[in-house]
């Protein structure tokens, strides 16, 4: 959210040599949903199975995609996501998002270009809702699951979903923030490329 796929440029060009890479543009709007999302995914993916790697709500988006099709997924990278949200973290984004919701809209289109207050508190209500605790077992494959050293609000939810994966690993990435891959793209890039190879 705030972010378009080009944040994903140096990672794109990192990896698309040797792979084909795809940078999807998460369709923000009213009616948006994280299972929605998940489906189109599929839809954009031709060839499986794939890796899949996904940030903050696209993380959230990329591990519905798994647990929907999970033979579809060959490896999977989770940075800044969470398995669901402890009920503090829940009523920070309740709280963020009814904040954003009056936030004057010239404002609001500097800080997050072209979403509109309902759609940021749909967005919001996506992330308090989301719960697949229950689910993620099912998840056999690698998962590499990052997050940024100075993103102290989801350092906890990314560890405890690393914890509950049956093949996953946890790194923390040095002097990355939230946006781990644009904070610190060459260690976003050496920790996905480890995990990439190392998988084959």
Known sequence: MGTDPGAWGPQVEAFSPSRRV??????????????????RLWQLADSTPVDVCGLSLGALVALRAALDEPERV??????????????PLRALQATLGAALGVVPARVLKRQVPALD???????????????VTSEL???????????GER????????????DRLPAAEL??????GHLANADAPEAFNEALRSFLDDAD
């Open 22 to 39: 795809l940078s999807p543009h998460l369709q923000l709007d009213r009616g948006f949903s994280i299972e929605s999302e998940a489906v």
């Open 171 to 176: 790194q923390v990435l040095p002097g990355a």
């Open 137 to 147: 077992d099912r998840l056999t494959m690698p998962v590499l699951v990052l997050v």
């Open 151 to 162: 993103d102290r609000a989801n350092t906890r939810p990314s560890r405890a979903l690393s």
């Open 74 to 87: 060959h490896r999977l990278a989770l940075c800044a996501g969470f398995a669901a949200l402890s009920l």
């Open 117 to 131: 207050r309902a759609t940021i508190r749909t967005i919001f209500r996506e992330g308090r809702k989301f719960d």
